[in-house]
């Protein structure tokens, strides 16, 4: 049946596409059939002029015959369609302005659209590239101030004893690590520790070399290193021997067993990784419930019912909150897919991305609904003359169908460019400082979704005028000779609506936009509690095995500081944990001597900076009262603290915390210490980071760590030399150590926020893409009015009306509906700054002016796309118009 269909429509396709010639071979036939018949009269004895007319006579006539062949051989229906086809293409090609209009927001506003598509294709839709990937779960240990947060060794480890009811349990510890090798300069290499089953569980293994061993586990026997791929060919050019060379990791001898294959180095699922080594923990580190850098993932057994795996993981974290409510009161346990939380932390941001390019859809869609509508109107007695001639409804409709999808697929491939630019321009940006990038490929799935897009655009907003054109009057439209082509009521509302919410839209996009560059520039321009101007930053991590000591650290601390100092052209100089200003984590629950014990898990909690003793005079944060750290705050001296104004005034009110004693829960047990000082509060710089309420402040040689944040201020301009002086000063103390981050505060600023700069941007984009597709909406609304009143103005200047009078009366036609959608717009454009507000705590998202000046700004727009047209009314001839109508 199936076959037979198809050599029927093979047969037809041939005969339209073939119809030349087979109008050749018809001829041929019929010119041999009639030889044949004049041959045989000859051969009666006729002559050959009587055997001709015999023939003739005989045969019949031959156009008849002709048509009878050609019925039985039309594709009727296929002739039909194609005939339209052309027809459509014509039509269209008479009417460029609307055909390049119409194309060019269909390009635009599908462009958009499916360029946050690629995004959100590559981050959430593309198959994570592991065997039954849908089976890998996170696990996060959920506390107040992070619901996706990592949990401690010893948590993990009571984990993996009872992996039997959720299935297969690994882990990863996240760290820098330093690298070096003998003629390569030294580099600081994303790492992670896994135990032996990590490559196991996630059902991959090495491309070359070999997997961890069990008995690598254990610390000792830790120093083999596995290289992702992408670092292999890096930094090793993808060396063939690359198994059994040696490097130095941390200082120690670290032999390459193996190099993982390219498609485990997927970004989406931990970022991208350069080495891998066994986990190695002490006992002490197995012991360990505080500090929580263990992240796990996990392996759901198909043997297990729904919901088990979700309901064991639950209940082992409310059994760890009861054994151990000091390190996990208040905290649960939870799971997800990988395959749903694969976008990480900027999920939010790219959903909302997603969101407002819809936005530029929708009033690209209503754009072109509405020159659809236009043109359908302007076509009334086309389709009335059509209807008068037999064409049935169904044949009215098919060319403005046609038309609709001629348009939608060479917008959709328009649109398919426009994406593959856009998404080029991300991939650049999404270029991190070891040359790694997220590329967004325009595979089938973004074809797909621009094409689909662009056809049930261009069919769904065809209907309104379809369904005009199929209940035309047409003995009222032939009757008014073509006069009077004009909208009904029910049309000039739908018009109206539309640009109504196009211009709602475009405020809600624009006010956003401006409202978070805005803001966004003001967190760079902070100066509250530091000065960035004249400070340059560097990192320095110390691997442990060269600094187990803490006096080798405070040592180290001090050549660094004193060399640094000695420069010329530096003010101060100072080491800390951290920069406060690029958002600090690390959050301690405290307790203050002589107060009641408050209850678990409500205990109120502060962020842990160390620093050096000129560390608030390189910052410039000001000192509020007591005295700031000194030399005498050494390593051997009483710990003292530090505090933030926030901290003094809601934990001591009016009463003086100099003297006070508090305490932050550290590893072992609380950490004692005096107050000595309040200094000013240091707002973050990070728009996502969580504002910080509390810190307390340390002297660094009281508790030193490997992980280091220099600042060094100078007397005036940076000197372009000072970044080649501070590396030369930490390689003649350690020339094994690398340095990051070496550049100015304010650059580093800019560098911390560049993906929310990049988030402005492309917000900003969409917001200008979205006003010029309102604009040229409303022109095309305001130029309709005037080609149906023409007549209308005609008489109106004829009877004494004042030019300035109809240019008025336009200007105001766009002005109330651009008035309506902008007012309508400021409603949703504060539910778009919540929403912004929310992804982005640390910006301002609240400035009435702005949101003024946005709400003018889209009243000029509707004046200035309305002038035209309105200029156009002022200059209509009244003789011209008397004399048309």
Same mark, same amino acid.
């Given at each position: ?5 198809? !050599? ?31 041959? %045989? ?32 051989? !039309? ?9 339209? /086809? ?21 390009? /635009? ?17 593309? $198959? ?36 039997? &009811? ?12 330093? /690298?070096?090798?003998?003629? #390569? ?31 690598? #586990? ?5 120093? @083999? ?10 930094? =090793? ?14 200082? %120690? ?34 012991? +360990?419930?505080?500090? &929580? ?60 991305? @997603? ?30 003359? !059509? ?11 098919? $060319? ?17 460019? *426009? ?5 080029? =321009? ?45 209940? /035309? ?48 520039? +003001? ?34 601390? %001090? ?40 209850? @678990?898990?409500? %205990? ?28 005498? +705050? ?9 505090? &933030? ?6 934990? =001591? ?8 004693? *508090? ?48 600042? @060094? ?36 600023? +800019? ?135």
């Amino acid at each position: 049946m199936i076959a037979a269909r198809f !050599r029927w429509l093979r047969t037809k396709l041939h005969r339209l596409f073939r119809r030349g010639q087979q109008e050749s071979e018809l001829d041929a036939e019929m010119q041999f059939h009639f030889d044949q018949l004049v041959a %045989e009269f000859e051969a009666e004895g006729m002559s050959k002029s009587r055997a001709t007319a015999a023939a003739h006579r005989e045969f019949g006539t031959v156009d008849s015959y002709r048509e009878e062949i050609r019925d039985s051989w !039309r594709p009727s229906d296929l002739a039909d369609l194609w005939r339209s /086809l052309i027809s459509a293409i014509r039509s269209l090609a008479r009417s460029p302005g609307f055909t390049v209009l119409a194309i060019t927001t269909l390009a /635009l506003g599908i462009g958009a659209n499916t360029s946050m598509f690629s995004v959100l294709n590559e981050v959430s839709i593309r $198959p994570l590239p592991y065997p039954d990937s849908h089976a890998l779960h996170r696990i996060y240990r959920a506390t107040p101030q992070d619901q996706l947060g990592a949990t401690s060794p010893a948590d993990y480890l009571d984990l993996l004893e009872q992996k039997e &009811n959720f299935g297969e349990f690994t882990a990863y510890v996240s760290q820098e690590m330093n /690298l070096s090798e003998p003629g #390569e300069p030294a580099m600081i290499a994303r790492a992670f520790r896994v135990p032996a089953n990590f490559f196991d569980v996630f059902g991959i293994h090495p491309n070359l070399g070999r997997n961890f061993r069990l008995e690598e #586990e254990q610390q000792g026997n830790h120093r @083999v290193i596995i290289l992702s791929h992408n670092f292999w060919q890096s930094r =090793f050019g993808g060396r063939p021997d690359i198994i059994g060379h040696t490097v130095r990791v941390d200082s %120690e001898p670290h032999e390459i067993i193996g190099v993982m294959p390219e498609s485990y180095n997927d970004w989406r699922m931990h970022g991208y990784v350069n080495l891998f080594r066994p986990m190695g923990w002490t006992d002490e580190e197995r012991r +360990d419930r505080s500090a &929580n850098n263990v992240r796990i993932a996990g392996r759901v057994s198909s043997d297990l019912p729904p919901g088990a795996a979700e309901s064991f993981i639950a209940n082992f974290g409310e059994h760890l909150a009861i054994d151990y409510p000091d390190q996990n009161a208040g905290t649960s346990w939870h799971n997800t897919p990988y395959e749903v939380v694969k976008v990480g932390g900027g999920h939010i941001p790219l959903s909302m991305l @997603v969101g407002l390019s819809g936005f530029v859809l929708l009033i690209a869609c209503s754009n072109l609904a509405n020159f659809l509508l236009a043109r359908t109107i302007a076509r009334s007695r086309e389709f009335a003359l !059509r209807g008068a001639l037999g064409a049935s409804r169904l044949q009215l409709l098919r $060319p403005l169908i046609l038309e609709s999808l001629i348009l939608a697929i060479v917008g959709g491939l328009l649109a398919i460019l *426009v994406t593959t630019w856009t998404t080029d =321009f991300l991939t650049v940006l999404s270029t991190d400082d070891q040359g790694d990038a997220v590329s967004f490929p325009t595979d089938w799935n973004v074809m797909g979704w621009a094409m689909g897009a662009a056809i049930l655009t261009s069919v769904a907003f065809g209907i309104a005028p379809a369904l005009y054109a199929m209940r /035309l009057d047409l003995n009222q439209v032939l009757k008014s000779g073509g006069r009077g082509s004009s909208d009904g009521r029910g049309q000039k509302r739908l018009r109206h609506a539309l640009i109504i919410g196009q211009f709602a839209l475009a405020m809600m996009l624009l006010n956003g936009a401006v409202l978070f560059i805005r803001g966004l520039s +003001d967190l760079n321009n902070r100066k509250e509690g530091w000065e960035s101007d004249n400070l340059i930053t560097a990192s320095v991590r110390l691997p442990e095995a060269d600094y187990q000591e803490t006096e080798r650290i405070n040592l180290f601390h %001090e050549q660094v500081l004193q060399q640094l100092q000695a420069l010329p052209a530096v003010e101060s100089a100072s080491v800390s944990y951290a920069l406060p200003f690029f958002g600090l984590s690390n959050p301690r629950k405290l307790i203050i001597e002589g107060r009641d014990t408050v209850e @678990v898990g409500r %205990e109120p909690v502060a962020v842990i900076n160390g620093v050096s003793v000129d560390y608030f005079e390189t910052l410039g944060t000001t000192l509020r009262a007591g005295r700031k750290f000194n030399d005498g +705050d050494h390593a051997d001296a009483l710990r003292v603290f530090v505090i &933030n104004q926030s901290m003094a005034q809601t934990l =001591f009110g009016d009463t003086s915390p100099i003297g006070q004693r *508090v305490a932050y829960h550290s590893e072992d047990e609380p950490a004692w210490g005096e107050i000595v000082g309040v200094v000013a509060n240091v707002k973050s710089v990070t728009p996502d980071a969580q504002p910080i309420t509390f810190q307390i402040y340390h002297p660094m040689a009281q508790e030193p760590i490997g992980f280091n944040e220099f600042a @060094v201020r100078t007397n005036g301009p940076i000197p372009h030399d000072l970044t080649d002086n501070i590396r030369h000063i930490i390689a003649g103390i350690d020339p094994t150590l690398p340095v990051r981050k070496l550049q100015s505060a304010a650059s580093r600023i +800019d560098r911390s926020n560049y993906q929310t700069g990049v988030f402005g941007q492309m917000l900003f984009g969409f917001a200008v893409l979205g006003l010029a597709l309102a604009a040229l909406g409303i022109y095309g609304v305001i130029a309709r009015i005037v080609a149906q009143r023409t007549s209308e103005f005609g008489i109106r200047l004829a009877l004494g009306a004042q030019v300035q009078d109809i240019t008025f009366m336009v200007l105001a036609s766009g002005l109330k509906l651009s008035l309506a959608g902008s007012a309508l717009g400021l409603v949703g454009a504060y539910g778009i700054s919540r929403l912004l507000k929310f992804a982005f705590p640390s910006i301002e998202m609240d400035h009435l002016p702005v949101m003024t000046a946005m709400f003018v700004l889209l009243l000029v727009v509707a004046l200035l796309a309305s002038y035209l047209p309105a200029r156009r009314a002022s200059k209509i001839s009244p003789v011209e118009a008397l004399r048309a109508e």
